[in-house]
């Protein structure tokens, strides 16, 4: 038996209007320790990711304990990302947080089945962390650039995950590809508004 040590996965740069629309979670074999992924629209795997953007709302929804909920907007959408007694570092930065404020998390992906059958998906972040202005526009910028290069592959012969992504979620990815350019795009707009950013 090998005694490989287990690597940590790479986090995955998305942005919130993809994220948003993965709901298919898989595992790539059988062993109960084996990482659960969430499929990504534009066919990659995720087992966990990066997002930065603008916490503009947390939320103790906690009943017994604490129970952070955060909302984190990018310039595609919303993510909702929550923390409790099992993400203590996290759960203090949402408590400390004075909202807005440019943020940027590491977590894992998570699916939630809802009584009417949709899946939500949030982040349950591993770290939280407070960046700037100039963090928030590189990370848009390397997450459109990511973006783009996984529909440049979604259709090549070899690519088991977008041809996964076909089959669950037969989705359009050229919604994704104007969701990367139009975020782009927010970057040059921003710099007019920069005297109204959150600190």
């Not at 942005?15 to 969430?38: C, G, I, Q, V, W």
């Not at 409790?84 to 400390?96: I, T, V």
């Not at 059958?117 to 972040?125: A, D, L």
Request: proline share 6%.
């Amino acid at each position: 038996m090998s005694q490989s040590v287990p690597t940590r996965e790479v986090a995955r740069r998305v942005f919130a209007s993809e994220y948003n629309d993965a709901s298919y979670t898989f595992k790539e074999s059988d062993d109960e320790r084996a990482p659960l992924y969430l499929l990504l629209p534009t066919g990659e795997r995720a087992n966990r990711v990066f997002i930065v953007g603008t916490l503009t709302e947390k939320e103790d929804v906690g009943e017994d304990s604490e129970y952070w909920r955060g909302r984190i907007v990018d310039p595609t959408g919303t993510f909702f990302t929550y923390a409790g007694q099992y993400q203590p570092e996290a759960a203090s930065a949402l408590r400390e947080l004075e909202p807005p404020a440019y943020v940027a998390v590491v977590g894992k992906p998570r699916t939630y089945e809802t009584d009417d059958g949709n899946v939500n998906v949030s982040v349950r972040p591993e770290s939280i962390t407070t960046v700037d202005a100039a963090t928030r526009d590189r990370w848009v910028a390397e997450t459109a650039a990511r973006t783009l290069d996984r529909i440049e592959a979604f259709d090549d012969e070899g690519n088991e995950y977008a041809r996964m992504a076909r089959e669950q979620y037969d989705l359009p990815v050229e919604e994704y590809r104007d969701a990367a350019v139009a975020a782009l795009q927010s970057l040059d707009d921003s710099d007019e508004l920069e005297g109204e950013a959150p600190a």
